[in-house]
């Protein structure tokens, strides 16, 4: 089965974020730890199914990475909006584990680059069909506190 194609939201003028939803872009991500990990760059869609499925995370230049090695990629559904401030949590990373989860570098998001983070949040990749049903790329759980 493909990969299907992955854009900035950016990059889509015909595309916003959902009505009820709120664009994420700029908050501050959490980790486990509570302390921050980074920025809200942008946010990665699946245009044909009109789905986010990434977070494009700038790190914090405390973390002390290249500028080649500043953003990852985290999966919509292992982050979760805080009710109130404008904060992204992520339970499976804290400021330790972030240092060894997989860049991002603006080219194609592939299957293997896409195993690897999972891996890295402690997850098994397992089959490709269906990929995308799991809950990992859900958005559910990601707006909920903030629907009422």
Same mark, same amino acid.
């Given at each position: 089965m493909e990969t299907p194609i992955l854009r900035r939201l950016r990059d889509l003028t015909d595309f916003e974020v959902a009505d009820g939803n709120p664009d994420v872009r700029g908050w501050t991500v959490r980790g486990a730890d509570g302390?921050?990990?980074?920025?809200?760059?942008?946010?990665?869609?699946?245009p044909e199914a009109l789905k986010v499925r990434y977070l494009d995370i700038e790190l914090d230049a405390h973390f002390k990475t290249n500028e080649h090695e500043r953003h990852i990629l985290l999966p919509i559904g292992?982050?979760?909006? $805080?009710a109130e401030d404008d904060n992204v949590f992520v339970p499976a990373l804290d400021s330790e584990k972030v240092l060894s989860y997989p860049p991002y570098i603006e080219l194609q998001v592939t299957r293997d680059y896409e195993e690897a983070m999972l891996r890295a949040l402690g997850q098994e990749p397992g089959s490709t069909?269906?990929?995308?049903?799991? $809950?990992?790329?859900?958005d559910a759980a990601f707006y909920s506190a903030r629907r009422g």
């Amino acid at each position: 089965m493909e990969t299907p194609i992955l854009r900035r939201l950016r990059d889509l003028t015909d595309f916003e974020v959902a009505d009820g939803n709120p664009d994420v872009r700029g908050w501050t991500v959490r980790g486990a730890d509570g302390k921050a990990l980074g920025r809200v760059y942008e946010l990665i869609v699946e245009p044909e199914a009109l789905k986010v499925r990434y977070l494009d995370i700038e790190l914090d230049a405390h973390f002390k990475t290249n500028e080649h090695e500043r953003h990852i990629l985290l999966p919509i559904g292992v982050a979760a909006i $805080d009710a109130e401030d404008d904060n992204v949590f992520v339970p499976a990373l804290d400021s330790e584990k972030v240092l060894s989860y997989p860049p991002y570098i603006e080219l194609q998001v592939t299957r293997d680059y896409e195993e690897a983070m999972l891996r890295a949040l402690g997850q098994e990749p397992g089959s490709t069909a269906g990929f995308y049903e799991r $809950d990992t790329y859900s958005d559910a759980a990601f707006y909920s506190a903030r629907r009422g």
